[in-house]
């Protein structure tokens, strides 16, 4: 069993992995100010709440968009499980061939999600991860990571905008409403929001077709994807699990004890 | 010659029409701390080094988002010009039936853009004005507002992105990308931003078309139009000074009975 950890710029996850599947996940925000102590503490309660002894753990692995936890998460887990974790970074062996202008300023959740999605779609493809930001990445039919897109989050975003705009609500709740055409400001951010953004990941996979020049399998993942998906025309697989499997296979390829091929 | 005034949440536009004619337009940043007196200097100085006198101007209409800055902007004009514009709102004949929950609620400048669209454009119309938000407004074939959408708009959008994600830059400016599927952050951030509207766009004029169940015309507005149009699929007529002639237009539907067009 590993811990493996995502760090995004406002949420997290933590996962006790077991073969690739989930013993228990569990969320927590983002908190850029809190020591690894602190961390350490939170994760301990996490384990026990999900009936997990961190000394049981053979190791961990952690990806943080958040540059500056890295070294925080990493002493956290090491304080809790007392084995050092595996960073994603730059270095680390995952397989694909990354084929943009600097792979060391790929995104860390950009490569775990596609390591995940790679495994179990065929390619070409088109991953969305829906969450501060909407990101897409794109991999050809040969399985080269070829770049992609990314987009201001949708709840990012309108918050930003009730901020900015002197009539509009602020925190408003994002359920979908009956009409695309709102008759109220409410139904008419909501449906801004929801269809707005179901319609652009519609066409976005239209024209990275085109680009391609051939179809290709989508698949999204985030917490957002629930709200949007039902409401695209395109075929796009949920997979709210793959930065937890993607961290797994991750692990297997890059922890020692693996490589140097010592059963467990 | 008359002022037309269009308070946005991030800029102020003001033009100078004459009949449908738009002499001169300019834009000021906008400040909910600025005084009518602050605003009327800047009027006034930014007027006398475009060479406007304001003697020629008889009249004015503003639209307003931003209900704080209205009576502000009354004053500072009316102080200028010796007479207090029209503010859009309740009570200004629009000549539109507006098909919505609440017809207060409704920003006046959807209601604006509606007004110019209406006489320019073959209906049902979809227009969409891409400024601090992105709204979308739908016309009838019968002439009514029927409602629409609020969309994030593309600067506020990216700028709160950069301010939460810790890896990307700040300040991004928004350029055409060379390439849909971007291979460095800057790329995939102007990609995302662009080609994600213009996906959004096509996306949600077929869907509006579907719930009218007939084709409409699409029209663009607002400064970000210009980028994203190009991009799009779908047909839009791109029409930058739509909120300016549809003020003008609504100057005209309401000018006190008796008194003659100049």
């Known amino acids: ?264 | 010659m008359i002022f037309v005034i269009d308070i946005g949440n991030t800029q102020i536009v003001v033009g100078l029409m004459d009949g449908g004619t738009r002499k001169d337009s300019f834009r000021l940043a906008t400040d909910r701390v600025k005084t009518a007196e602050e605003y009327a200097l800047l009027l006034h100085g930014i007027c006398s080094m475009r060479g406007i006198d304001l003697k020629n101007i008889e009249g004015g209409i503003l639209s307003s988002v931003v209900p704080v800055l209205t009576p502000v902007l009354q004053d500072a004009v009316e102080s200028l010009i010796g007479r207090r514009p029209l503010a859009v709102g309740a009570g200004v004949k629009t000549g539109l039936n507006l098909r919505v929950d609440n017809p207060g609620q409704l920003g006046s400048d959807r209601v604006v853009d509606a007004v110019a669209a209406s006489a320019r454009y073959k209906k049902p119309i979809f227009i969409v004005d891409m400024g601090t938000s992105t709204t979308v407004s739908v016309v009838g074939r019968d002439g009514s507002f029927l409602g629409g959408l609020i969309i994030p708009g593309l600067r506020v959008s990216v700028d709160a992105l950069s301010a939460m994600a810790s890896q990307l830059p700040l300040n991004i400016s928004l350029e055409t990308p060379d390439k849909m599927i971007g291979t460095n952050t800057l790329s995939c951030m102007r990609s995302g931003v662009l080609y994600g509207a213009a996906a959004m766009l096509d996306g949600l004029v077929a869907r509006v078309e579907k719930e009218l169940g007939e084709p409409v015309t699409a029209v663009a507005t607002g400064g970000l139009g210009r980028l994203v149009v190009p991009l799009c699929r779908r047909a839009f007529s791109y029409d930058p000074d739509l909120l300016i002639k549809g003020l003008q237009i609504l100057y005209e539907k309401n000018r006190p009975a008796g008194e003659a067009a100049v």
Do not use: W
């Open chain 1, 1 to 264: 069993m590993i811990l493996a950890i995502d760090m995004g710029n406002t949420n997290a996850v933590l996962g006790c992995m077991e073969q690739g599947k989930a013993v228990f996940t569990s969320h927590f925000g983002t908190d850029r100010t809190k020591t690894a102590d602190e961390y350490a503490l939170l994760f301990r309660g996490f384990c026990q709440r999900g009936g997990v002894d961190p000394a049981a753990l053979e190791g961990g692995i952690v990806s943080s968009v958040v540059p500056m936890l890295r070294p925080v998460m990493k002493e956290a887990v090491t304080r809790l499980t007392g084995k050092t974790p595996i960073l994603v970074e730059a270095g680390l062996k995952t397989g694909l061939q990354i084929q943009i202008d600097d792979p060391a300023q790929l995104g860390g959740d950009l490569v775990v999600v596609a390591v995940a999605a790679r495994k179990k779609y065929p390619g070409p493809l088109v991953i969305f991860d829906m969450g501060t930001a909407t990101t897409a990445s794109v991999i050809d039919g040969q399985g080269r990571y070829r770049g992609g897109m990314i987009i201001p989050g949708l709840r990012v975003a309108v918050d930003a905008l009730s901020r900015r705009a002197s009539q509009l609500p602020l925190n408003i709740n994002l359920e979908p409403p009956a009409h695309v055409i709102g008759t109220n400001t409410m139904d008419c951010m909501r449906a801004g929001a929801i269809y707005g953004n179901a319609a652009m990941l519609d066409g976005i996979l239209e024209r990275v077709e085109d680009e391609l020049g051939e179809p290709v399998t989508a698949v999204a993942t985030g917490s957002l994807v629930s709200l949007v998906v039902p409401y695209c025309q395109r075929v796009i697989h949920e997979e709210p699990d793959l930065l937890l499997q993607g961290l797994c296979l991750l692990y297997e390829k890059n922890s020692r004890r693996h490589t140097q091929g010592v059963k467990a």
